[in-house]
């Protein structure tokens, strides 16, 4: 500030001598406006002034003065005095009817001015300046890329000073006044690749996306990319980067990039769970007693008022739905509707509303977690389940892509036979529904480890997954080798996974998921379990290796399975509170394994015999059952239990089994499929559908090119 002042003073001589030597007339008269104007803007508050209101826009007195650092009332005149120079040079102006002040033209002209001169004096002054990101312009200062190097890198310090030497002289070659944070940065781990310093570049390295791909994000229209959607996509991706370069093993990491395993949810790995069951009735009172977090959410100290009932369901999930990463398994909500609501004459409408609000604030975007509700169909009261699954039927006719699904759990199969019409038309629809036998499961089969009767809170990892094609691929057709691969490639994870369970549990106990900590009182009253989950075992046993189906095919994938939990159970014995186990469940990992694969060995090299359309075409996960084969007696249902219920027992229930009625073309047809497979331990309904992009429709013909209602070629094929 002071180059400027003394800038514009010496400008103020030159023209006041030019001057001079004409006076009288129009001349003298500017010459004079101009002394004043440089007189005035010769003080830094009043420069500042011209500044915050530049940026601002009008503003009231107090308000300018506040902003300009006039806060105690000693300094009232003092800032009276420079805002009246300002206005008697028409530098600022007063808009009278409302009191604000604003900057005139020639207060913007002058203020450009002075910007000018300012960046004329740094560069004849020979000096580096660093536009931060504080923000604010600083003298180049070598001494900092030291203090980083050592600081951020863990350098030594002898070997700290050699490389900013060297970056020093980079940095002086480069043609320009100033400089930015970034560029330094850039060229100082420039040079440690130079000097094969990988280790010091990555911990150093800025995070971030190159601006194309930022670009693209923004202009994708092939998909629903909402705003939210931006921002999580790109600081996911900073997350993403952080932890592939800073906080995981390398060799983990190659692992990952290779295509030998898949972290999913990677963005969110080390800072939120992916799952929680979590019983509703015994969270109620810690609505009340999260403190000094989300204060912007309203603290329910009690249901006096029964008719409000309904709007304590969607607030809980849009606090719980922060917290986990994948899916919020909510139980007690049939116990919950019989203590608040049984009495209630419109509880179909009142369900639906729970429903409609509950997914309209948890999906905030299309990377907000699912809600599953276990509803147990034993319970006696079969008016509430009636009311839920016709408010449910509601829900579904009304979102074109629902994120809550509905979770029927029985120890009686005869418990199920009263509602099948309606859950045969509510699948056919596009409902999420699945059955259970006794345990409570998640969305794609993802067991709770204790008994349903229990409301202990259950933490769940479950995004580290094995491509078992790639491992079969390099086992030469050997099921023996075949298996001490798998062996040997799951004892690296399991250190990793240990060390997500430390980072996620601290991360509780310190709060930072407040409403979790809450209810788990730091995880004295609630456990961690981790899955790794197993992709690819059809391709891998029937088409790598070459099994049938039948017996021994089946045997070798018992098989299989086995090993892999055998050496789980060998490496987690001294584990107190948490548990790591085998799963075989549905995420975001088979693509990307089919793809690289594909790139490696060829394309359709290992398809599932069972695949027949453009949309199977993906490593298996789980198991599946197409319902046009067990209409036409095409599958013996009697033995694909038998295996299912083996497979399940080893995997102690976090087992997907689907039931594909795609291609079924009445709701008795669906019934029909569902009674026939009640003896399953677990049975998720699938179903193909195309939503419109442009008006939002969806259609359950998944063959359409064009929307069937308003002609839009803008059409996506989804699976419920």
């Not at 719980?320 to 919950?336: A, M, P, Q, Y």
């Not at 995004?463 to 075949?482: C, G, H, K, M, V």
């Not at 690289?596 to 490593?619: M, P, V």
Request: proline content about 3%; aromatic content about 6%.
């Amino acid at each position: 500030m002071l180059i400027i002042t003394g800038a514009m003073e010496r400008v103020q001589y030159q023209i006041t001598n030019r001057t001079g030597l004409k006076r009288g007339g129009i001349l003298e008269s500017a010459s004079r406006r101009v002394r004043m104007i440089f007189s005035v803007m010769a003080s830094p508050n009043r420069i500042d002034i011209l500044r915050i209101l530049n940026s601002k826009g009008p503003l009231t007195y107090s308000e300018l003065k506040s902003l300009a650092g006039f806060k105690s009332k000693k300094e009232s005149g003092k800032f009276a005095y420079h805002l009246r120079k300002l206005l008697r040079q028409s530098l600022v102006s007063l808009n009278k009817a409302e009191r604000r002040y604003t900057i005139t033209n020639l207060g913007k002209l002058v203020l450009s001015l002075a910007r000018q001169i300012e960046e004329r004096s740094i560069i004849e002054s020979g000096k580096l300046y660093v536009r931060t990101t504080k923000p604010s312009i600083e003298e180049f200062d070598s001494n900092k890329i030291i203090q980083s190097l050592v600081r951020e890198a863990n350098m030594p310090l002898e070997l700290a000073n050699k490389i900013t030497e060297e970056v020093e002289n980079k940095i002086y070659k480069i043609q320009t006044s100033y400089l930015t944070s970034s560029l330094i940065r850039e060229t100082t781990n420039s040079v440690l690749v130079d000097h094969g310093y990988d280790e010091y570049r990555n911990k150093l390295a800025r995070l971030g996306i190159p601006p194309i791909d930022l670009v693209n994000i923004i202009n994708d229209t092939s998909s629903n990319v909402e705003i939210p959607d931006l921002f999580i996509k790109t600081s996911s991706s900073i997350f993403t980067e952080y932890l592939l370069n800073n906080s995981l093993p390398k060799d983990i990491v190659d692992m990952h990039l290779m295509g030998e395993i898949n972290i999913g949810k990677s963005g969110f790995w080390n800072l939120l769970p992916d799952t929680i069951f979590i019983n509703l009735n015994s969270v109620l009172d810690s609505l009340s007693d999260i403190k000094g977090k989300h204060l912007g959410i309203s603290r329910i100290t009690s249901l006096c008022n029964p008719h409000d009932y309904d709007s304590i369901i969607p607030l809980l999930l849009c606090l719980l739905t922060r917290e986990v990463s994948r899916e919020v398994v909510l139980e007690g909500f049939i116990d919950f509707l019989a203590k608040y609501a049984h009495t209630d004459e419109n509880l179909v409408n009142k369900v639906s509303k729970i429903l409609f609000l509950s997914s309209s604030i948890s999906s905030v975007s299309s990377f907000s977690p699912y809600i599953t509700l276990p509803i147990n169909l034993d319970d006696s009261n079969s008016s509430l389940i009636d009311n839920v699954i016709d408010g449910y039927h509601r829900y579904i006719v009304n979102t074109p892509i629902p994120n809550i699904g509905l979770s029927l759990v029985c120890e009686d199969r005869n418990s199920i036979y009263k509602y099948t019409d309606k859950i045969a038309r509510i699948s056919r629809l596009g409902g999420i529904m699945s059955f259970s036998q006794q345990k409570i499961r998640g969305r794609y089969g993802l067991c709770k480890p204790v008994h349903p009767s229990l409301k202990t809170t259950v933490v769940t990892l479950q995004s580290l997954s094995i491509n078992l094609p790639r491992i079969a691929y390099q086992s030469n057709r050997d099921e023996t080798y075949f298996r001490a691969r798998l062996a040997l490639l799951l004892k690296p994870l399991i250190s990793v996974i240990y060390q997500r369970v430390s980072n996620i549990s601290e991360h509780i106990q310190k709060g930072t998921t407040p409403l979790l900590a809450k209810i788990t009182s730091n995880l004295q009253l609630g456990k961690i379990d981790a899955m790794i989950n197993l992709v690819g075992m059809n391709e891998s046993i029937y088409n790598i290796l070459g099994y049938k189906f039948g017996n021994d095919g089946e045997n070798i994938v018992c098989k299989v399975i086995q090993t892999a939990v055998d050496i789980i159970s060998e490496q987690t014995k001294e584990l107190s509170n948490s548990s790591l186990g085998i799963a075989i469940l549905k995420d975001e990992s088979s693509n990307r394994f089919k793809s690289l694969d594909n790139e490696k060995y060829g394309k359709s090299t290992a398809i599932s015999d069972n695949s027949s359309n453009e949309k199977d075409e993906l490593y298996s996960q789980g198991f599946q059952i197409k319902g046009t084969d067990v209409l036409s007696n095409n599958l013996s249902l009697k033995s694909i239990c038998d295996h299912y219920c083996a497979v399940v027992n080893i995997l102690k229930g976090n087992l997907s089994i689907d039931l594909d009625i795609e291609n079924i073309s009445t709701d008795k047809e669906v019934r029909t499929l569902i009674e026939s497979s009640l003896d399953l331990p677990f049975l998720r309904m699938t179903y193909g559908l195309t939503i419109c992009n442009i008006c939002g429709k969806r259609s359950q013909r998944t063959n359409n090119r064009i929307c069937e209602y308003c002609g839009s070629h803008k059409i996506s094929l989804i699976s419920i």
